[in-house]
Every structure is written in structure tokens, then in C-alpha cells.
């Protein structure tokens, strides 16, 4: 069955439907890590920045000049469609640049890496926000998200999503220790304990891959002058019985029950957000501390 269609830029498009086998793509042991964001679309784990061609702004000066004439036009008259197709047309190639961009982005993750770790993103709650929307949906987040997704499934990939509350960008990626807050001007910053110099994005990703995997990951937690010891066997143990407030308190579980629990001895009944999040894995984070 062939189905012919066309859309609003006048082009006609023909879909049907065939069986096709995909081969998996050989197994790569390694991981990465990405962070997305708007000055670059895809920072890895590895130091690997996609820069961000921004679509929208290069063609925004055509798409003003198509959208005037078409305002001038008297609405329902020939040339005022003829008027419409074109800045149907200007829209589309807008669109297909996007796309084109992000279909080689996402076919390059999922070749160079066994898996991938990134953020649960709510780009709905993010477009709210009316100073950032329009460079946001240039960048395209969901439907990033959404080519990852199925051509994880295509070619034999992992993707794991870590909770988008962790304290990702202000968490050092070498020692550990959590900042009090990271504004979102500083794109580089030096950790007070270590005094290593990170860059955010870069930071970001190395968090997120270790979350994902929860390997490779310091003994000691330092959070904000306080030292933890990291036990995580034990702390899977209280997953899912702690109820984990957003001010980093354990609510519901007492210095007892963490007595009783040999293994458990060691975790303190309070505990810095930054810490209690890395142990337990749970939301304690709120978005705009991020």
C-alpha cells in the first residue's frame, strides 16, 4: 500500500511500508556520558563538543522578510497564497536542517559508545521558562532524545536516563564535594577541596556517566566541609525505605533502624543533599539549584 501526501510547503511525500533486518553494531565496551545544552547541543564525557549551528537565528532574517510580505498580502487572495507557500517553504528548510543536524549527531553517539547516560529532561518545564524557550526549541531536546531512544533499540545500545534533580554540574567529578550553588554564568569553575578545574559542561557529563554506572567513584564524599563515608552496599539496603525530603533529611528513618542494619552503621542519620543523593540515588534536588 502506497500512501501519497502533501504538506503545507506544496511538497508531495510518498510513504509505504517493507520489512527490513538491522544488524547490531559490534559491542563496545565503554560509556559515555552527555549533557545537552544551548551553547553546545552534545557535551560528552570524553571532552567532545558538537558546537550548536543554531538554525533558527541563520535563517531568521528570510523568515522575516517572507512573513512581512505575507502580512501585506490580502488574506485569500492568490498572491497571499502563493506568499504562504513560500514561508511554508522557509519554515521547512529550517526544520530539515534541524533534523538533518541531528540525525548525524545521534548516529555518531550511538556508533562510538557500548552506552549512554543522560539526564531526564522536562522540556516542556524547561520551554515555561520564555528568556530561554526560543533558543531551547532551536536546539531540538526532545526529538534528540527521541532518535537516541529508538536507534538505542536499533543497533543494540543501552541508554540510561539518571534523575535530572542530581547536583550534576556543581558536583566535582574528581573528589566529589557538591558546591553550595553554580550559577548559570559560571562555565568554569575550580573545586575548593581538590582544586581541580572543570569545565561545566564537561563536569556535567563525567557526573552523569558515573551515575550511571556507579563506577569509578570516590570512597570519601565531601559535602560542603563534612566528609561521608560511602557505603553502597548498605545503602541499597534503605533504598526505597527512605523517605528523602528535598532539604536532605532521611524522614521516616531513624537512628535506629539505621543501627540495626550492621552493614549501616557507618551512614549518619542526617546527611548533606549532595551526599544522600550519590548514596541513595533518590529526588532531593530542586531544578533551580542544579
Known amino acids: 500500500m502506497v500512501t501519497v501526501t502533501q504538506d503545507c510547503a506544496g511538497r508531495y511525500c510518498v510513504s509505504f511500508m517493507c520489512e527490513e533486518t538491522l544488524q547490531y553494531l559490534p559491542q563496545k565496551p565503554n560509556g559515555s556520558g552527555i549533557d545537552l545544552g544551548v551553547c553546545d547541543v552534545v557535551v560528552t564525557s570524553e571532552g567532545w563538543k558538537s558546537g550548536n549551528p543554531r538554525h533558527l537565528r541563520r535563517h531568521t532574517r528570510q523568515l522575516r522578510k517572507t512573513q512581512r510580505r505575507l502580512s501585506r498580502k490580502r488574506k485569500g487572495s492568490v498572491r497571499w497564497h502563493r506568499q504562504r507557500i513560500r514561508v511554508a517553504k522557509a519554515h521547512a528548510r529550517v526544520s530539515n536542517t534541524r533534523q538533518d543536524f541531528l540525525h548525524k549527531l545521534t548516529t555518531a553517539l550511538i556508533r562510538q559508545a557500548g552506552f549512554i547516560a543522560m539526564e531526564t529532561l522536562n522540556v516542556r518545564g524547561m520551554m515555561a521558562n520564555r528568556r530561554i524557550a526560543k533558543a531551547l526549541g532551536d536546539v531540538g531536546m526532545f526529538e534528540l532524545k527521541r532518535q537516541l531512544e529508538y536507534k538505542a533499540k536499533w543497533y543494540g545500545r543501552a541508554l540510561v536516563q539518571v534523575d535530572r534533580w542530581a547536583p550534576t554540574s556543581k558536583t566535582c567529578s574528581v573528589c566529589g564535594a557538591v558546591q553550595a550553588a553554580m550559577p548559570l554564568k559560571v562555565r568554569e569553575w575550580t ?89 541513595l540515588g533518590r529526588t532531593i534536588m530542586p531544578y533551580h539549584h542544579r
Request: proline letters at 3%; one cysteine or more; charged letters at 30%.
Open 191 to 279: 573545586c575548593p577541596d581538590c582544586k581541580s578545574v572543570h569545565d561545566r559542561d564537561i563536569n556535567a557529563a563525567k557526573n552523569i556517566l558515573r551515575l550511571a554506572t556507579r563506577l569509578g567513584e570516590p570512597e570519601v564524599m565531601r559535602v560542603e566541609g563534612y566528609t561521608h563515608r560511602r557505603w553502597l552496599m548498605a545503602a541499597e539496603g534503605l533504598r526505597g525505605n527512605a523517605n528523602c525530603s528535598r532539604r536532605g533529611s532521611l524522614s521516616g528513618t531513624s537512628e535506629r533502624d539505621l543501627a540495626a542494619n550492621s552493614k549501616s552503621r557507618h551512614i549518619p542519620a542526617r546527611v548533606t543533599a549532595g551526599c544522600l543523593k550519590l548514596i
